[in-house]
């Protein structure tokens, strides 16, 4: 049986095809679409999609011109090319069609700016040898037009190199490519999941897109467009335009757009460089009356405004002014462009009667799940994707954010009722419908409908639909220790398909599945409480900061003359705050270190490079470890302070040789978080963003548009440079949150065998202080009833 490898269709393809010496210019040409499932658009998708979109990214830049660019034609002036394989679809191996019609489809996305005016795909494909030629074909379509039929001939032992163009009237903003084997073995009665039945299409396939830039109307209609398009799967870099010296609250109002735009990339991931002088792409202006970036003609600025004009150094793109008389005006223009409170429309909107909004409630962020009851799997996912067709379907899946602080200490699981519904089988068999969350398995169940009993068939407790769907409910427990703050839950209908003999088998293609909406999972008997230090919470939701979903609890420290590196790490993490509550940071605060103390009731992020914050010298006790001025040294604790560290097992020994491997092998400062107790109020954090260079400051959130390297980001203490990241944890224990007196008072015996000594001894002298009083009572009683009476 023949396999095929991505290296041998590489080098088939490179030896076949007359396109093999493409000039390196296409190189830079060869931009992926990170491809996602549309419905998939939300809590998870940023976990698996984005790692996919990650991937892609990292790949163009990495891979050599003669492996990305393998025939990519030459654009003419005004156009791109854009290369697009599988692997850069999310599919990480080779794809295998098995049995008589098996399918494959992958989706794809294009820019609503863009249209496509040429197309190829290019693919390898290797097959099984026991298909007759004359009968078996793959075909080959995009959104359900033929693209091609690929006959599979006989003894072909380095299977099919081709390239096929693909008429650009077929594709639409929303794609699908569909690979589907039509394969036969024998011209007799055929078993349809034989395992002669295979053909393997090779995940380095590649679809070639010549597009041109459509130029669209100045209008305010089509926005969040062409800022951020939703076709586009790549991270979202979009460049900010400020005054020189801008002051704090035009820095919070584009803060507040910096989470708009990261909440609408999602999964993608953003970045907000800050621009020296107008860049050539789309990108945001900021401005007053009183500050005007330099070189920036303004219109008259008549109140709140928002303005859609085209870009003096790229007619192709535009600029969206967001202008204000002053920042009191520029606030109000900054949540009707992110609220959406306003319809906006035509070139220029002048804001008026604007509603502000009420302040958030804790836990009330749009993405998260409530808290306060259950929740129907129909609020999470559109009813389309509960449902899926055929013996061999895909999973259901169903993303699900949650606050990161639930307290699971001693908890049996998270209850969910289960609905399902599935086209009842034909006979007992092995069928089931296996749960799982996160890619962990949670429970099996049966889909056979019925169980023998006594040489009798029992009919199970489950009923039928009139539409001949059979209905079933179940009670699950899911394990607390799989859930984090993003989540996935998975369901996969598995048919089996038994045997009846030679001739006798029957291929049923009208099976379908379903997850009920009504089904429903509760957290809502799980009180809230967090232990700290925890960067996990902070790289995954945002937390405690997105408590509060508008942040309103929180305060952002930026040095007084804060570089843009620092302003684009800070417009950076409030997309990551917006990303993981779906609603923009309305209520921060932005402040120097010298008003930290007015705000000592908040908790703290505070943003600084090479020790231009005074505050990280004032508080460097209270840190897990501090950084000379040069960021080219760790100093971590010493003396009695390491013995202590060792006795608790932390080994700052072991820390510091990585990091001093790490700064040897970059050779230049790192990226440093932190995470420790505010020295200004108890139960409060202070997470403090540093580095010894504004490259390591930019480190840390690229990172964190990474899904593999967030996951590391971990403990109280992350370094990080490139794709390098060493975690620790260092500090001192905290604790936020309440909970109720009886699992408190279990919770900190269990955790604390001290208190529990003391405790122990405190019941027991209490006891026995009882025990006592009553033996004493007792021994009066018997006493006094002994005692002679008084004869008269």
């Known amino acids: 049986m023949n396999t095929l490898t991505e290296a041998n269709i590489v080098k088939n393809m490179k030896s076949t095809l007359p396109w093999k010496k493409t000039v390196k210019t296409t190189l830079a040409l060869a931009i992926a679409f990170g491809m996602s499932v549309i419905a998939h658009d939300d809590v998870f998708a940023?976990?698996?999609?984005?790692?996919?979109?990650?991937?892609?990214?990292?790949?163009?830049?990495?891979?050599?011109?003669?492996?990305?660019?393998?025939?990519?034609?030459?654009?003419?002036?005004?156009?791109?090319?854009?290369?697009?394989?599988?692997?850069?679809?999310?599919?990480?191996?080779?794809?295998?069609?098995?049995?008589?019609?098996?399918?494959?489809?992958?989706?794809?996305?294009?820019?609503?700016?863009?249209?496509?005016?040429?197309?190829?795909?290019?693919?390898?494909?290797?097959?099984?040898?026991?298909?007759?030629?004359?009968?078996?074909?793959?075909?080959?379509?995009?959104?359900n037009e033929l693209v091609s039929v690929v006959p599979l001939p006989k003894d072909n032992p380095k299977g099919i190199v081709r390239e096929d163009n693909i008429d650009p009237r077929f594709f639409a903003d929303f794609n699908q490519l569909s690979f589907k084997l039509i394969g036969h073995y024998t011209r007799e009665c055929e078993?349809?999941?034989?395992?002669?039945?295979?053909?393997?299409?090779?995940?380095?396939?590649?679809?070639?897109?010549?597009?041109?830039?459509?130029?669209?109307?100045?209008?305010?209609?089509?926005?969040?467009?062409?800022?951020?398009?939703?076709?586009?799967?790549?991270?979202?870099?979009?460049?900010?335009v400020l005054p020189n010296g801008a002051s704090l609250e035009l820095l919070r109002n584009a803060g507040v757009v910096a989470s708009w735009f990261g909440q609408l990339a999602s999964y993608r991931g953003a970045r907000f460089p800050v621009a020296d002088g107008m860049p050539k792409s789309h990108a945001i202006v900021f401005a007053t009356t009183k500050e005007a970036p330099a070189g920036v003609q303004?219109?008259?600025?008549?109140?709140?405004?928002?303005?859609?004009?085209?870009?003096?150094?790229?007619?192709?793109?535009?600029?969206?002014?967001?202008?204000?008389?002053?920042?009191?005006?520029?606030?109000?223009?900054?949540?009707?462009?992110?609220?959406?409170?306003?319809?906006?429309?035509?070139?220029?909107?002048?804001?008026?009667?604007?509603?502000?909004?009420?302040?958030?409630?804790?836990?009330?962020?749009?993405?998260?799940?409530?808290?306060?009851?259950?929740?129907?799997?129909?609020?999470?996912?559109?009813?389309?994707?509960?449902?899926?067709?055929?013996?061999?379907?895909?999973?259901?899946?169903?993303?699900?954010?949650?606050?990161?602080?639930?307290?699971?200490?001693?908890?049996?699981?998270?209850?969910?009722?289960?609905?399902?519904?599935?086209?009842?089988?034909?006979?007992?068999?092995k069928s089931t419908l296996n749960i799982g969350i996160n890619d962990g398995f949670v429970r099996a169940l049966s889909l056979s409908g019925a169980e023998p009993e006594k040489g009798k068939i029992k009919e199970s407790v489950m009923l039928f639909f009139k539409s001949g769907l059979r209905y079933a409910q179940e009670e699950i427990q899911v394990p607390t220790f799989r859930i984090g703050a993003e989540n996935q839950l998975q369901f996969h209908f598995f048919y089996d398909y038994p045997k009846q003999g030679a001739c006798k088998d029957v291929y049923l293609d009208n099976v379908r599945s379903t997850i009920d909406p009504d089904s429903t999972i509760d957290f809502s008997h799980m009180p809230h409480y967090a232990t700290y230090p925890n960067l996990a919470y902070i790289a995954n939701a945002g937390f405690p900061f997105t408590k509060l979903a508008d942040l309103s609890e929180t305060a952002v420290i930026l040095p007084e003359r804060a570089s843009n590196q620092e302003l684009e790490v800070f417009f950076n993490l409030m997309g990551r705050m917006g990303e993981s509550t779906g609603y923009p940071v309305t209520n921060n605060t932005v402040i120097y270190g010298s008003d930290v103390e007015k705000h000592s009731n908040k908790d703290l992020l505070v943003i600084a490079t090479n020790g231009n914050q005074p505050l990280l010298k004032q508080w460097s006790k209270y840190m897990p470890l501090t950084i000379d001025e040069t960021g080219n040294r760790l100093q971590l604790p010493t003396g009695f302070l390491r013995v202590l560290a060792r006795w608790a097992g932390k080994d700052l020994d072991e820390l510091e040789r990585k990091s001093g491997e790490m700064l040897a092998s970059t050779g230049s400062a790192f990226g440093t978080v932190?995470?420790?107790?505010?020295?200004?109020?108890?139960?409060?954090?202070?997470?403090?963003?540093?580095s010894g260079s504004p490259r390591g400051l930019l480190d840390v959130t690229d990172g964190?548009?990474?899904?593999?390297?967030?996951?590391?980001?971990?403990?109280?203490?992350?370094?990080?440079?490139?794709?390098?990241?060493?975690?620790?944890?260092?500090?001192?224990?905290?604790?936020?949150?309440?909970?109720?007196?009886?699992?408190?008072?279990?919770?900190?015996?269990?955790t604390k065998p001290v208190l529990l000594i003391a405790f122990l001894m405190l019941a027991s002298l209490i006891a026995a202080a009882l025990l006592f009083r009553y033996l004493r009572k007792k021994a009066a009683q018997r006493l006094k009833a002994n005692e002679p009476k008084d004869q008269h």
Do not use: C
Request: aromatic share 8%.
């Open 191 to 240: 078993d349809p999941y034989h395992s002669s039945l295979w053909a393997k299409i090779s995940n380095t396939t590649q679809l070639e897109l010549t597009v041109s830039t459509i130029d669209l109307a100045n209008d305010l209609a089509l926005l969040p467009g062409p800022f951020f398009d939703k076709r586009d799967s790549k991270l979202l870099e979009l460049p900010f």
């Open 704 to 750: 964190l548009n990474k899904a593999d390297l967030r996951s590391q980001f971990q403990g109280d203490l992350v370094l990080i440079k490139g794709d390098k990241v060493i975690n620790a944890l260092i500090g001192n224990t905290y604790y936020s949150g309440h909970l109720p007196l009886w699992t408190w008072l279990k919770w900190n015996l269990s």
């Open 46 to 143: 940023k976990s698996k999609r984005a790692k996919s979109a990650e991937t892609q990214t990292e790949e163009s830049e990495k891979t050599s011109a003669s492996d990305v660019a393998v025939g990519a034609s030459t654009p003419v002036p005004g156009q791109k090319v854009y290369t697009i394989s599988l692997k850069q679809m999310g599919q990480g191996s080779n794809i295998e069609l098995r049995g008589v019609e098996g399918e494959r489809t992958f989706p794809f996305t294009v820019r609503s700016d863009e249209v496509i005016t040429s197309a190829k795909i290019r693919y390898g494909i290797a097959y099984s040898p026991a298909l007759l030629p004359d009968l078996s074909h793959i075909k080959v379509s995009v959104n």
């Open 674 to 690: 932190m995470q420790f107790e505010s020295p200004l109020s108890a139960g409060h954090s202070v997470v403090v963003v540093t």
């Open 298 to 429: 303004l219109p008259v600025i008549n109140g709140p405004t928002l303005m859609v004009v085209p870009n003096p150094q790229n007619p192709k793109t535009k600029l969206l002014l967001v202008l204000g008389r002053d920042n009191a005006e520029l606030k109000i223009a900054t949540q009707a462009l992110t609220l959406g409170q306003t319809a906006l429309a035509g070139q220029t909107a002048i804001i008026r009667n604007f509603k502000e909004p009420a302040l958030r409630k804790a836990y009330d962020a749009p993405k998260w799940l409530p808290t306060s009851r259950p929740v129907k799997f129909g609020e999470l996912t559109p009813l389309q994707s509960l449902q899926v067709n055929g013996l061999t379907p895909d999973l259901i899946r169903i993303n699900m954010r949650v606050a990161p602080d639930l307290f699971t200490w001693q908890t049996e699981g998270v209850p969910m009722d289960l609905r399902y519904r599935f086209t009842p089988r034909p006979t007992i068999d």
